[in-house]
């Protein structure tokens, strides 16, 4: 009976120490990461062996995969149990330690192929404790097989190989959601019906000279009595996508959507740029170079501060921007330091060590994108936060609400709510319309090739809340034909431009209110050919029809009506 334990064992455990050490043999530059986490100062406080983590992952995992085969081959029996009783003596205090204490929520056992909690890790550690003891007091029962030592080396030869491999070019097997194919967007997004976090709430109060403890899901309890604390737990994670706290920022602002949105994106991606290798900057800046001849929009990416990257593009001669992503993202994204990635329409097409910089693949279709200005999309990207900023406070239910949003969007607040109607309102119009005037004046209008989406759509905003619109009318239907803004925006400013010359509208994009001694009606502004709107709103690139638009302007009650010039004008009498 115990020579069979041992041999259930025996091939449970050493298939496990296998299959644990070959996934973190495949990407040892990540368990790196994972040794670093546990050697920080809020871990175990061993930051002297940081510089060391790599070295000591690939002798961690080797080691690891070594007493697998060993197990199984029978070598050196009494060395092998003492080494897997030591290891996982020491690792079931670790996922203790790391469970108990909430230190790292992810022990990387198995790598980015499967993930467990703290909990779930050191109970794995438990379950192995056990059949490893079976193993070591009944380690007589571990016959050796004839081959055993030259299996050993043989499989000690293939680990240090696989390893100076996957560490020079890529894991062969990626298992992150950063991988080929993979498409960020999609990874970012949480399903409708996902299931969301539970939190409990312990609400600590004094009720007459006690403490008293409430618990809820999040309500405040009605107590009377003195609030003194309250301490939240977490009693059911929610669904966390894939891909989380992934931006593109620069200088404070997301560009991830515009960026998602381009074909042939070339990124260059530096977790730490001031530790990237030296050679491979220089290889990296060739085939930029060459992208940016052929088309591609190249950027860099990384978690280093504006001064670091400057220096390092100063002394390179890097001729393209870097956007900021967390540390921790970028580590997940690609294990060398620096890299290449390609992206098309958000999905990751090409991921490349900088070793292996020569292999990219130019494709043979790309068309030169134009280089965006980002002075001049900051610019105005300010100018629209105060121009729906100040429409936000118009429809905010209360001054409290009104001062919070002007708060958010930098407008001063006001003693006196009429006065962000009277006063703010028209000085932010004007003051925007002037700026909007210059920028055309030195660029042109302002359109998605120079300024991107969706910024492309700022100054026809500005343009459409000012009296302009007879001005730049001409100007804006031929930047709509060549594709620098949506078209479908077109039909909302030549509906305002008749309706405030007085005449009827084409596409039903406007409405107005009637004002009568009894009340204040709302009306879809009267229509040109009203049995046909639907048709031309369709044809304009409008997706609701003008019935369905009412509703969406004044409310779920709102019915529309046909009108005619007249008849509104006797309304109104």
């Not at 299959?19 to 406080?45: A, H, M, Q, R, T």
């Not at 050679?279 to 280093?304: F, M, N, P, T």
């Not at 002075?375 to 001054?399: F, M, N, P, T, V």
Request: proline share 4%.
């Amino acid at each position: 009976m115990g020579k069979i334990l041992v041999s259930i064992a025996r091939i449970l455990v050493g298939l496990l120490f296998i299959i644990s050490g070959l996934i973190k043999l495949n990407d040892p530059v990540g368990f790196s990461f994972k040794l670093e986490e546990y050697f920080s100062p809020g871990v175990l406080n061993l930051d002297f062996l940081t510089p060391y983590a790599l070295a000591i992952a690939i002798v961690i995992v080797v080691f690891e995969t070594l007493l697998g085969v060993m197990l199984l081959l029978g070598f050196k029996p009494k060395f092998t149990t003492w080494s897997l009783l030591l290891m996982i003596l020491f690792f079931t205090f670790l996922t203790f330690y790391s469970a108990y204490y909430n230190k790292v929520t992810d022990c990387g056992c198995f790598g980015d192929a499967i993930k467990l909690t703290p909990w779930q890790s050191f109970s794995k550690d438990i379950v192995l404790l056990f059949f490893i003891l079976i193993l070591f007091f009944g380690r007589k029962h571990i016959s050796t097989v004839k081959f055993a030592k030259s299996g050993t080396f043989i499989a000690l030869a293939l680990c240090i190989i696989y390893v100076y491999y996957v560490y020079n070019h890529l894991p062969v097997i990626d298992f992150r959601p950063y991988k080929i194919g993979a498409n960020i967007m999609e990874g970012i997004q949480i399903p409708e019906n996902a299931p969301k976090a539970i939190y409990e709430y312990a609400w600590k109060f004094k009720v007459n000279g006690e403490e008293k403890v409430i618990t809820t899901n999040g309500d405040y309890p009605t107590v009377d009595g003195e609030f003194i604390d309250v301490k939240t737990t977490e009693i059911q994670k929610g669904y966390e996508p894939p891909i989380h706290d992934f931006t593109m920022e620069i200088d404070g602002e997301d560009h991830t959507e515009e960026i998602m949105d381009l074909n042939h994106v070339l990124v260059i991606v530096s977790r730490v740029i001031n530790e990237a290798d030296e050679k491979g900057l220089q290889a990296i800046k060739k085939v930029a170079e060459k992208a940016k001849e052929k088309g591609y929009r190249v950027i860099g990416l990384s978690a280093s501060n504006p001064e670091q990257i400057a220096l390092v593009k100063e002394n390179y001669g890097l001729d393209f921007d870097f956007y900021f992503c967390d540390l921790t993202t970028v580590k997940t994204i690609i294990r060398s330091n620096p890299a290449l990635l390609e992206l098309q329409k958000g999905t990751i097409t090409q991921k490349l060590h900088y070793n292996d910089a020569d292999e990219f693949v130019f494709s043979k279709d790309v068309v030169k994108q134009p280089e965006i200005n980002t002075a001049l999309k900051k610019q105005l990207d300010s100018i629209y936060r105060l121009d729906q900023g100040i429409r936000e406070i118009y429809y905010a239910e209360s001054k409290a609400k009104k001062d919070s949003i002007a708060k958010e969007v930098g407008i001063e607040v006001q003693e006196e709510v009429n006065d962000y109607m009277d006063k703010i309102w028209p000085v932010i119009d004007s003051t925007n319309m002037v700026a909007v005037d210059k920028i055309i004046d030195q660029y042109g209008y302002p359109g998605k090739s120079l300024v991107g989406e969706p910024t492309d759509k700022i100054a026809w905003f500005v343009i459409q809340h000012s009296p302009k619109i007879e001005e730049y009318l001409p100007m804006l239907r031929k930047e709509a034909e060549k594709g620098e803004l949506p078209k479908r925006l077109m039909p909302l400013m030549e509906d305002r431009y008749l309706m405030r010359q007085g005449k009827m509208q084409i596409y039903g994009t406007q409405g107005s209110y009637i004002n009568t001694a009894e009340e204040r009606i709302p009306i879809i502004w009267p229509i040109k050919d009203p049995e046909n709107v639907n048709t031309r709103r369709k044809e304009a690139g409008l997706d609701t029809t003008v019935e369905e638009y009412g509703k969406n302007l004044f409310g779920d009650d709102f019915e529309y009506e046909v009108l005619t010039l007249e008849e509104m004008k006797k309304m109104e009498e």
